[in-house]
């Protein structure tokens, strides 16, 4: 069964200082893992995807395939940041099921 | 262009009542994906339709149905309703069916069941 943990449902951190969402998942197959950010009365969109390798805001996440995680980082969070945060896994199979996890709400203080 | 695009934005239904939800792709994709959303939690995978074909199905009961009309719009229905059913309703859009490509979403539909 495919499954996305955020254990986190709140995290807040201070202008500044290095943030870290954790999505563990569960899948047999080689997964597609992707991170969602939903900002204030804004709608869902892609934030960034583990296949292109890419930081986007300065964040970046990587794909530990050992550990089942797909964590996101930036070293300096900014006000801006503060958003709502979804990890999500795609088994493929030729359809594009998302598999989201609860999301994590990150708060930045200033 | 304004994006995937939902109507209505918010309704209000009774028990036992049926609902039909509207979805708008971004103009050129073909792949159209709607997903429930229940308070606090992630959104969860309902139904997949590219080129007019269901290409996969959440778990969800019978009472939920969708369609795909050939200008790649789609309908979600839900027969029955139960308060359970009462949740915000995404759709996205991709241009593709599958692989790691992005999904576009709308701003969602409001049911509430009462």
């Known amino acids: 069964a495919q499954r996305v943990t955020q254990p986190e449902k709140l995290l807040s951190v201070f202008k500044g200082a290095p943030v870290e969402l954790k999505c563990n998942y569960s899948?047999?197959?080689?997964?597609?893992l992707f991170w969602y950010v939903q900002y204030s009365r804004q709608r869902l969109q892609l934030l960034l995807r583990?296949?292109s390798r890419e930081s986007i805001k300065g964040f970046t996440a990587d794909l530990n395939k050992g550990e089942t995680s797909f964590h996101l980082k930036k070293p300096f969070a900014q006000e801006e940041d503060s958003a709502m945060y979804y990890c999500?896994?795609?088994?493929?199979?030729?359809?594009?099921?998302?598999?989201f996890g609860q999301g994590t709400r990150l708060t930045i203080n200033p | 262009d304004a994006g995937v695009t939902q109507s209505p934005t918010h309704l209000i239904k009774t028990r036992g009542q049926h609902v039909t939800l509207r979805c708008s792709p971004i103009?050129?994709?073909?792949?159209v994906s709607w997903y429930q959303q229940v308070l606090g939690q992630g959104p969860q995978f309902i139904f997949q339709?590219?080129?007019?074909?269901?290409?996969g199905r959440g778990n969800f009961p019978d009472r939920f149905s969708a369609r795909q009309f050939p200008n790649y719009s789609s309908e979600l229905n839900v027969n029955a309703l139960l308060l359970g059913d009462s949740a915000l309703y995404l759709c996205?859009?991709?241009?593709?069916?599958?692989?790691?490509?992005?999904?576009?979403f709308g701003p969602g539909t409001r049911l509430t069941v009462t």
């Open positions: 339709y590219y080129e007019k074909e269901e290409r």
């Open positions: 583990h296949i």
């Open positions: 899948y047999s197959g080689s997964p597609e």
């Open positions: 996205a859009s991709s241009t593709v069916s599958g692989g790691p490509y992005e999904q576009y």
């Open positions: 999500a896994l795609s088994g493929g199979e030729g359809a594009q099921k998302l598999v």
């Open positions: 103009s050129g994709h073909k792949s």
